[in-house]
């Protein structure tokens, strides 16, 4: 008995097809959706473990408007050997320090999925212990096997996982990130793991319903990546697929582009009272929230110190307040409800008003559209190379299945619809069509 699970970089689910009926599982009650669990994780102090909404309920309690107290520690000696100028390699040791926010009661973990992109992550330390990227993974992923099992009353140790088209575009990295779950979903209890492309698993529910054979292409748009095919299916074979492609970009990218629109509120444009720029480096570090915390270590106090003297006090002084007092989760939230926003409306105003943090911005859909010019380009190009593997043109292609909440944003909506005309465009269900296409697949292959 095969489950489908489909674990994001922003929601996870799990679903199980047995012939009939397609069965979703209550996975987080604290969520808007309890069919669907936020991929967060909040960790403490004592290494309790919470998921999902109350995960992120939870750090908005102990931890947004916290300042943190960073102390210097010291972990010991290291040896270290660098090559020297002859034959004989040069050892010697060296004391390692860390600064550590003594002041923490957990930590937040989002996005976890996207962490796999990088060949060198291998996991991070949480207090007093090392999490593994596995570990982390796993946490997740037992947490959906868990929820199915106190539904069906069985043991669940079959699993088709899905995967996005590509981790990364190095195929050694790549590997290493299928590698990884892999390893997770064994940590998680799962014995028999098969892997297949989310966007796949997204045509094999309209596969159901299509009595004639059909060339659809599905464009999946999630938290980390987009994700195409193009795919045949409909009648009474097996789905076949023609093409993929993958682009390492995603919603979380979009919702960071969005926070370039709020850097004139943070100094941007300023300059030191030496005449100097205010540093640019510092705004790359508020394309993530996570980044932002970085920004209250002590070697950037004399750079805030400086510039709270120079051409925008009020500008700095916000700026210290979002990154001393943990503000930077919170105003992504903000900017994430102002991406969804703009999907329906032409207009919104993002507003933040904590502690001595306080701004008013109205942003239209125009200004989101002129921010995220270059990652339009991206999906053009990634269209255009799909097209070309297939080797189909856009009239031979009869419905495009959008899926996933950036494939909400209107501009893609409209590319999409110049290309292969608007009748054509078709929504499908996020939060059941990939999961459910996966337990269908599951399905098959329990009857084999």
Known sequence: MFVGIDFGTSNSSIALYEGEKLSLFELDPHNQNPY??????????????????????????????????????????????????????????????????????GRLLQSIKTGLRDAKYEGTQIFDRFYTVEELIAILLTQLREKCEQTIHRKVEDVVLGRPVKFSDDPVIDARAQ????????????????FELEPIGGAYLYHQNQKQRENVIVFDFGGGTLDMTVIEVGGTTTPKTIATQGVLLGGDDLTAVLMQRLFQHFGEGSHMPDGLPFPAHVFAMLYSWQNMIELSRPKYADIFSQARTGSDPLGIQRLETLVNEKLGFKLFRELESAKIKLSTDYMTTLSFFENELSFKELVLRTHFEKLIREELEMVDKALDELMLKSGLKPDQI???????????????????SERFGIDR???????????????????????N
Request: aromatic letters at 8%.
């Open 36 to 105: 669907v669990l936020p991929s967060f994780t909040y960790i403490n102090r004592d290494h309790d473990v919470m998921v999902g909404a109350k995960a992120i309920e939870t750090y908005l309690e102990e931890e947004t408007g916290r300042r943190p107290v960073w102390e210097t520690r010291n972990l010991g000696e290291v040896e270290i050997t660098v090559a020297g100028a002859g034959s004989s390699p040069i050892i010697y040791m060296q004391d390692i320090n860390v600064e550590i926010d003594v002041a923490a009661n």
């Open 425 to 447: 465009i078709k929504e499908i269900n996020p939060f059941t069509t990939i999961v459910g296409g996966l337990a269908l697949k599951g399905y098959e292959l329990s009857k």
């Open 179 to 194: 590698q990884k779950i892999y390893d997770a979903a064994r940590l998680a209890g799962f014995k028999n793991i098969v």
């Open 398 to 416: 009869q419905a495009v299945l959008r899926t996933g909440g950036s494939s909400e944003v209107p501009i893609f909506i409209e590319r999409l």
